[in-house]
């Protein structure tokens, strides 16, 4: 700075300017080092494709069934109610039990119906005695008509007589006979073998007889084996099932017993066969369905009257269908669609129209061949375009790859 012409001011601004340009260049000898580390990175080999499991359609006979919502009803159902009235003297049953047709239910005093019997025999006894009296007097009147001691006339009187007492002795038994049934009646059994309700009339009870036109009610009973099921068909499964019968496909509910299954509440598959009895003769015109009625086994009384059920009628003439698990179909929007395995080992969405289950199955209608490998396992893991490493699947229960039964 002592300088006259300022030189030692210039050196020092030099020293103090010149470092810039090495710290630029050190800079961008950073970045290109920092770009170059980078650039492996970006040119990295792609990942390894997803395994997945793959499983050639099933081929096999199968037979399309239909599901309604059934409701059980007994076969037949009886309202116990007495013939005769009077005091109930006591209850012979336990409520809910099964009882068997003769069992005894309910028994009535009898005593007003015995002592109405033996006057009814009293009776009985004293038209006889009077048709013997009868019969010895038209005898006599006969004999004594040959020799003129008695007139044609009385004779036909004492005839008459004897047919009056006939009528009489016939009255009187028919009296008897009453009688006695009413004795018969005071004890009340089961009309039927099946399942008892509980008791609605307690001992010491008076109950109203059939005789009155307003008989007690004094229990039910219903039967549980046979068990029927009814249901409502559509108008338009109907008519289907009207056009499989003309073409000879199907045949007819009201001639054949068609087969049915039932699966209960609960249930994931059906428990009970049985079969179509009666299908009835007009479609109901504010539901538009037809109301159906099938026999269905229920040896184990599982079955109670009221209870609901998914009834399952068959719908088709057997035919070849391709299946595949359920759990290979995914839902694109509005359409259903599976992955297929190409040959190149890329992965293809199918659109495919689906039919029903059949034992665990799901019965592909249109859209796969049978030599197509189907993604069963890994389907999160595919997609449409990338490649994929397939391995055969365990064959899906009910056939293997081809199969026909």
């Not at 409520?95 to 015995?114: M, T």
């Not at 699947?393 to 790859?401: E, T, V």
Request: proline content about 7%; glycine content about 8%; aromatic content about 6%.
């Amino acid at each position: 700075m002592s300088g006259p012409d300022g030189s030692e001011q210039f050196v020092k601004k030099h020293d103090f300017v010149s470092p810039r340009p090495r710290a630029i260049a050190g800079l961008l000898t950073a970045a290109f080092a920092l770009a170059g580390c980078g650039q492996p990175a970006s040119q990295g080999a792609a990942p390894p494709p997803a395994p997945v499991s793959v499983a050639q359609p099933v081929k096999r006979t199968v037979t399309d069934w239909d599901e309604f919502t059934g409701r059980f009803e007994a076969t037949e159902e009886v309202q116990v109610r007495p013939r005769v009235g009077g005091f109930v003297n006591s209850v012979e049953f336990q409520d809910g039990a099964i009882v068997h047709q003769g069992d005894l239910l309910y028994v009535i005093d009898p005593r007003p119906f015995e002592a109405v019997a033996e006057q009814a025999d009293g009776q009985l006894s004293d038209a006889r005695a009077k048709v013997e009296l009868a019969k010895r007097e038209l005898d006599r009147g006969l004999n004594l008509v040959q020799t003129s001691a008695v007139s044609e006339q009385v004779v036909d009187q004492r005839r008459q007589a004897l047919q009056a007492a006939h009528a009489a002795e016939v009255q009187a038994e028919g009296a008897l006979k009453a009688a006695r049934l009413n004795i018969e009646f005071t004890h009340v059994t089961a009309p039927l073998t099946g399942r008892v309700s509980r008791h609605l009339v307690s001992p010491g009870n008076l109950v109203q007889g059939s005789d009155t036109g307003t008989s007690t009610l004094l229990t039910s009973i219903v039967t549980l084996d046979p068990i029927y099921v009814y249901f409502d068909m559509d108008e338009a499964t109907f008519i289907k099932y009207s056009k499989l019968w003309f073409e000879g496909r199907r045949p007819s509910s009201r001639e054949t017993a068609n087969p049915v299954q039932v699966t209960l509440a609960g249930e994931t598959k059906p428990s009970h066969d049985g079969s179509i009895n009666f299908l009835d003769n007009r479609l109901d015109v504010s539901t538009g369905t037809l109301r159906s009625r099938a026999v269905i086994k229920n040896t184990d009384l599982s079955i109670l009257p009221g209870q609901f059920g998914r009834v399952r009628l068959i719908g088709s003439a057997p035919y070849e269908a391709l299946l595949i698990p359920d759990v290979a179909v995914a839902t694109d929007q509005s359409r259903k669609i599976v992955f297929v395995v190409k040959p190149d080992d890329t992965v293809e969405a199918r659109p495919v129209v689906l039919g029903p289950l059949d034992e665990g199955l799901r019965v592909i209608r249109e859209g796969l061949k049978a030599e197509d490998r189907v993604i069963v396992n890994g389907i999160q893991r595919a997609r449409v375009g990338a490649k994929v490493a397939p391995s055969a699947a365990q064959a899906p229960a009910g056939g293997k790859p081809g199969d026909k039964s």
